[in-house]
Structure formats: structure tokens, C-alpha cells
């Protein structure tokens, strides 16, 4: 039978017509409605000639490509079985249940090889495909698993990639590629996804940009080791693959036993990388854990470091408060021993040294000035120096003697008994101190011990930490954003997006990493002026503006403030609590200027009812007057009333006179999506870094 599924501008067409595994005939644009006939139509046509120097029969891309059906290109299955060898199994069809909302079950066997494996596929409502795998050992004897991985068909003209790399606190770094013959692989081996994790797979139609091209995606949803490549075969296809990274024997499926791979959550868009966003981020926000408005938050890290004291803590607790802020984070230094990012890290018990009265009078405070209050951990990490490590030095991953990372080595959350222990200390902090949030860290990659096993026990550890406190926030941090997966997002209400509070690098960041996922997630903050990673002086203004469009929040010393900032901060806070509903549930946009120094990004009401959009200069223009501003994803039908939205100081220009519709009398521009998408407004001549926003609301 041939299953067409349909949602959101997307088609998949599945031929299970044969005895072997099925092909994805088609994932792409939609086709329509489409009879059984005209379905069987084209999967009959779009059996391919035989070639010269060749397999005798059609060669076609399978759900599970392998040698066993011709396929030299990269399997979708590897491993063996100890004494008959390599697992190349000639899977057969048994059967394909179709479910009623849009998912398929393809059940598959393979009698001699002893294997079964079952295919669960997707598309959901908002357009996304995911699909995972799960393998059982049906045979006698033990199976070695090296990767059970999605493999999906492009089209020959996705000719160019985009993929991501990155390092500390400049993440999301995009790079782009030729879809060239042979195999494009990135592969983490970072026990986290890492700085320069790939993220988001794409390859489109050549010059693809945010707003145009055909374009087709992977991500694997999974937190550990993994690899997701492009390959272009001399064959003829083209695929995208994505799985877990297995070590060398480090999946052994006894008789019976299954393996079930991470999702990897595929998106297809006509309209460039906007409209892959368009599909993510509705389907994110149908399961997501948040619940409510993003508190405004302020982050004691950049602030004080580990110099805790009541009496500084006090003085940064009442400025937040008068500015508006609705969270105090206490980051790292609170917990037993902790002086510096050395030692301790294990050892979470309050530090009786720097808080003798435990942090109750500090969450007192904090509570007294109407916020609620989060708190720094690493559960996963356990430094050398530590009550923990010398007491149980069996619990760490890894050899003694390999070198430390930030000083500090990780705690083998697989074995039952540092899982336990780390649960009862977390819970009992849970249960002590009245915590509305945990920002959880972790700093180092692995590099030991089983990826697998870790992450699966971090996934169990984070669910059962929230099942005991419900309602509980979690923020994932890795050293910034080093775990940004929707493994983990499934579980967090929070990302932290990026150590850099730098609002140059940050805008880069933010922009790409909002193209996966949602802004309410990526956390942002107002950090000092002189960024601390970069050591760049930004302007107020900028700083604020690059922080409004996230989960919003602040990372400096406040009581350094002068009464003008704190001034400017509170009116920033309020114009974000006013905005935040919009900025959090419409589409993410961006025009694809033809000047890399200006940037147009927004955000626009699902219903068009209204916008925010930032204009921001990263650099100087190429040109005196930079292109007119346009703007994306508006309803062409309806009429905006166009605003400038002022936070902080007057963004500075090099103009003379500034456009006439922003001079001080022009009066209320109103004016149809269409003429401010094709036409567009002259913009402002912004000196580098600095940006300027408008509101549009439908009239
Ligand atoms: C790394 C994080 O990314 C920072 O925000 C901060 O929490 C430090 N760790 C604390 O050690």
C-alpha cells in the first residue's frame, strides 16, 4: 500500500507496496489530495532505470538502507553479532499500522538475521515529520548495536548546507556547504552536543535564505553523542541521516532486548529557514512544559561571582526589585567549600561558612521583595577536591588519570547509587528551600565512561526531580549554550542561550538559535557595559534591545547603575512585560537584507494583529542609505499602524534629518502588510551596533 500523510504545506508519500522495506517516495512539498490510484501512479513511476555497471535491479533508497538491498552509500543499521558476524540484515515487510492522526508503525523482520525493527513516523499538525527506530534482538545470542540511524531523501536540487559550529559563549556559528558526492558527517563526541554542535541540518535550493528557497532539516532530538550528515551519492540520491553516536560496544542487546533510537525531527519549508520556524516552534509550543509568562529574572553570576554575602545579595535583591525584576537567581558559590570553580562541586550543602543560617534569610528577602528564587547547580559534576569524590571515588566516570576539565571529573550517573544520592540531595534542597527554579549546568564534555547510559540516566534523573517538585522551572545550561536539543527541551522551560552577554555576539546567536527553537526558551541577559567575554563596551540601548527578544533577564552588578540606567532598565522591564505575550507565541521573522551589516528581525502575532520588530546595524552600512526597512510575515490585507519603540537612550544615527516618516511631526503612519513588505520604510542610519524598534498594530 502506498500511505500519503498530510499537514501544513508538507506531503510524505510512503511506498510499502513491496516485501522489503518501504520507500519514502516523496517528503517535500504538499501534492494535494492524491487518490489510491494517482498514489500508485507515482510510486510505480518513481522506480528508477538500472544502470550501467550496476545492481540487476532498480536501486532505491529505503527506510533503512543497506548493503543487503545494493545500498553502498552510508546503512542506517551497523553492528554484530558476537561469532556470525557483521548485522547486514535483508529486512522484510510485516506489516505498516496506519493511525489515525497522521502516524505510521512499520513493523520489519529479518528471520535469518534474527532481527526485528519497528518505525514509528509523524507528521504532525504543524508540519513536522519525526521518526525514531526501535531494534529488537529476536535472535539467540548477544548483538553489538553501532547505530540505528533516520535516513531521509532530498531532492537533487537541495544542492547547498547550512550547518552549525561554534566555541564558548559564540555558539551557533552558521557554515555553508556545497552538497558535493560523498558524505558531509558532523559528529559530537562531547557527551553533550557541544559549543560547535550542528544543530539543525539544513540543505535547500542554492542562495536559500531565511524568507526564500526550498529547504529540508534534521535535528536529532537527543542530549549525548551524536552524528548527522548530508550525503549525495554517485548513485544518484541524496539523504539526510541523523542518530546516536554508539561507541564500540557499548549497546550490547541481549536476546530480546531493544534499542530505541533518539527522534529525528525532520522539516520541510518552500519559504527558507522562517518557514521551517513556522512549523517548529507552533509544534514545540503544543508540548512544551511552559506554563506561564517568562518571569524576568536576574542572575547573580556576572554580578558577584562567588563572593556571596548577605549584605551585597540583599543590596542586588532590592535593586532588582525596584526595577521590576520578578526572579533572583543565585549562580555558582553557594554550596559547601565552594571559593572557586577549583573545588566542591559534589558537595550541595549549603555553605555554613558564607550562609550560616542556611539561604533562608536571603530567600526571605527575596520573597519579601516580591520575587521568587532560583538557584545554581551542577548535579552532574563532582570536582577532585571534594567531601564526595573523597568518599566515593568509585562514582566517578572515567580514569582517575585522565586530565580534569575546569577541575572537575563527572559523576557516573548510572550506577544506582550516586544516582540515588544525588536525587536525595536535590530533593531535600527542593524540600528545604522554597525554590521556583534551577539553573543546571555542566560544564565539561565526558570524554569517558558510556554516553548512553549517562544520558538516559540524566533524562530519568531531570523527570524524576520535576515529578517530585512539581512545578518546578529548569534551566539547561552547558558553560552557556553546550545542551540545546529537543531531547532536553522536552524537560526545561529554559535554555541559557550563551555565556556571552555581549549583545554583538549575542545577536548572531540568538538569531539562528531561535531558528529551532522558540524565543521564550533562549534565555537573554542586560549585562554590564564592558562585556565580560568580550571585553567590548556596547551602548545601553543596543544591550537592552538584543535582550528583549528572549526569556528576558539581567546579569550585572545593578546597584553599580546609575539612577538614569536603573531608569532606563525599569522602562525596559515594563515595555518587556507588556510585549512578552506577543514576543512569545507569534512567528519569528527575518529579512534577508542584501547588506550583512543590517539585520530585520521580528516577531509577528499569529493572528497578524501586531508586531516587534528590531532594526539592528552589527556593522557600517555598504551603503550612505541602507536599503528600506521591509517588513516580513505581516497580513498583506490588513492596515499597521507603524510606531517607533523606544528602550533606553535614542539609538544614535549618522543622519542629518532622519527619514520623514520618523521626524518628530510626521504624523500616524498606517499603511497595508503588502506596501510595508514590498515597499517597505526608509531606514534610519544607525551607527554601527545599535538598534531601533517599532511596533505595528493592525488598525
Ligand atoms: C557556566 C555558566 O554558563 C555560567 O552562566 C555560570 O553559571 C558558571 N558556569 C558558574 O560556574
Known amino acids: ?110 528471520a535469518d538475521a534474527s532481527v526485528t525493527v519497528s518505525t514509528e513516523l509523524e507528521l504532525t499538525v504543524q508540519g513536522v515529520l519525526r521518526l525514531r527506530h ?42 555553508r556547504s556545497i552538497l558535493g558526492q560523498g558524505v558531509w558527517s558532523r559528529e559530537s563526541r562531547h557527551g553533550r552536543p557541544g559549543h560547535d554542535d550542528s544543530y539543525l541540518t539544513v540543505a535547500g535550493t542554492p ?83 511552559i506554563t506561564g509568562p517568562r518571569p524576568v529574572l536576574l542572575n547573580t553570576w556576572e554580578a558577584v561571582y562567588f563572593d556571596h554575602d548577605l549584605p551585597t545579595l540583599s543590596r542586588l535583591v532590592d535593586a532588582a526589585a525596584q526595577v521590576g525584576v520578578e526572579r533572583f537567581v543565585l549562580d555558582d558559590g553557594w554550596f559547601s567549600g565552594r571559593t572557586d570553580d577549583q573545588r566542591a562541586l559534589g558537595d550541595w550543602f549549603v555553605d555554613a561558612d558564607k550562609w550560616p543560617e542556611g539561604l533562608h534569610p536571603l530567600i526571605e528577602r527575596v520573597h519579601a521583595a516580591g520575587l521568587d528564587f532560583g538557584l545554581w ?91 517530585a517538585q512539581p512545578g518546578l522551572e529548569i534551566e539547561s545550561c552547558a558553560s552557556g549554550g553546550g545542551r540545546i536539543d529537543l531531547g532536553i527541551l522536552e524537560r526545561v522551560d529554559r535554555v541559557w542561550t550563551s555565556d556571552t552577554n555581549d549583545p554583538l555576539e549575542r545577536q548572531q546567536i540568538q538569531r539562528y538559535t531561535s531558528v529551532l527553537v522558540p524565543p521564550e526558551y533562549l534565555g537573554g541577559h542586560l549585562g554590564a ?31 553599580q547603575a546609575s539612577a538614569v540606567e536603573l531608569d532606563q532598565i525599569a522602562a525596559w522591564i515594563a515595555i518587556y512585560k507588556e510585549h512578552r505575550a506577543l514576543l512569545h507565541s507569534g512567528n519569528v521573522v527575518h529579512a534577508d537584507g542584501s547588506d550583512p551589516a543590517i539585520e530585520l528581525h521580528g516577531v509577528v502575532a499569529t493572528d497578524g494583529s501586531a508586531a516587534v520588530f528590531a532594526q539592528v546595524a552589527l556593522a557600517a552600512p555598504r551603503t550612505a542609505l541602507p536599503a528600506p526597512i521591509r517588513f516580513p510575515g505581516l497580513d498583506p490585507a490588513r492596515r499597521y499602524r507603524v510606531r517607533p519603540l523606544l528602550v533606553g537612550p535614542v539609538p544614535r544615527t549618522v543622519q542629518t534629518v532622519p527619514p520623514a516618516w520618523l521626524a518628530a511631526d510626521a504624523g500616524e503612519l498606517v499603511l497595508t502588510g503588502a506596501v510595508l513588505a514590498e515597499v517597505g520604510l526608509p531606514a534610519p542610519l544607525l551607527t554601527p551596533e545599535q538598534a531601533a524598534l517599532f511596533t505595528l498594530d493592525a488598525v
Open 1 to 110: 500500500m502506498i500511505h500519503h500523510l498530510r499537514a501544513a504545506g508538507t506531503s510524505l508519500v510512503l511506498d510499502a507496496s513491496g516485501s522489503g522495506t518501504p520507500v519514502i517516495v516523496h517528503w517535500g512539498a504538499d501534492l494535494g489530495e492524491l487518490p489510491a490510484a494517482d498514489l500508485a501512479a507515482l510510486a510505480a513511476a518513481s522506480v528508477p532505470p538500472v544502470g550501467p555497471s550496476s545492481l540487476d535491479v532498480p536501486l532505491r533508497l529505503s527506510l533503512l538502507p543497506a548493503l543487503a538491498e545494493g545500498w553502498s552509500g552510508r546503512p542506517a543499521l551497523g553492528g554484530f553479532r558476537t561469532g556470525t558476524g557483521t548485522l547486514d540484515p535483508a529486512l522484510a515487510l510485516v506489516a505498516v499500522h496506519e493511525g489515525g492522526d497522521n502516524t505510521l508503525v512499520i513493523e520489519l523482520a529479518d
Open 134 to 175: 526501535t531494534l529488537t534482538n529476536s535472535g539467540a545470542g548477544t548483538l553489538e548495536l553501532a547505530g540505528l540511524d533516520a535516513i531521509l531523501p532530498v531532492p537533487d536540487r537541495a544542492a547547498e548546507l547550512l550547518d552549525f559550529t561554534g566555541l564558548w559563549s559564540h555558539e551557533r556559528r552558521p557554515q
Open 207 to 289: 542562495g536559500f535564505g531565511f524568507r526564500r528557497g526550498e529547504v529540508w532539516a534534521v535535528h536529532l532530538a537527543h542530549s549525548g553523542d551524536k552524528v548527522v550528515w548530508a550525503e549525495r551519492s554517485a548513485l544518484g540520491h541524496a539523504a539526510l541521516g541523523a542518530g546516536e553516536l554508539l561507541a564500540p560496544g557499548e549497546l550490547s542487546l541481549a536476546a530480546g532486548a531493544s534499542y530505541t533510537s533518539p527522534w529525528t525531527v525532520a522539516v520541510y519549508s518552500d519559504a527558507g529557514l522562517d518557514g521551517l520556524s513556522a512549523r517548529l516552534h507552533p509544534w514545540i509550543r503544543s508540548w512544551s512544559t
Open 377 to 467: 547547580v551542577e548535579p552532574e559534576m563532582v570536582n577532585p577536591d571534594s567531601d564526595l569524590a573523597r568518599v566515593h571515588p568509585d562514582w566517578l566516570l572515567g580514569s582517575a588519570s585522565a586530565p580534569t576539565w575546569r577541575g572537575q571529573r563527572v559523576l557516573d550517573l548510572a550506577n544506582p547509587d550516586a544516582f540515588a544520592w544525588l536525587l536525595e540531595r536535590l530533593t531535600a534542597l527542593l524540600a528545604e528551600y522554597p525554590i521556583a527554579y534551577l539553573k543546571w549546568d555542566h560544564n565539561r564534555d565526558l570524554l569517558g565512561g558510556s554516553v548512553h547510559r549517562q544520558t538516559a540516566a540524566l533524562y530519568r534523573l531531570i523527570d524524576a526531580v520535576r515529578a
Open 529 to 559: 557595559a564592558t562585556a565580560h567575554t568580550t571585553g567590548r563596551t556596547s551602548a545601553l540601548g543596543f544591550r537592552l534591545a538584543t535582550a528583549l527578544f528572549g526569556s528576558a533577564g539581567i546579569e550585572w552588578d545593578i546597584t
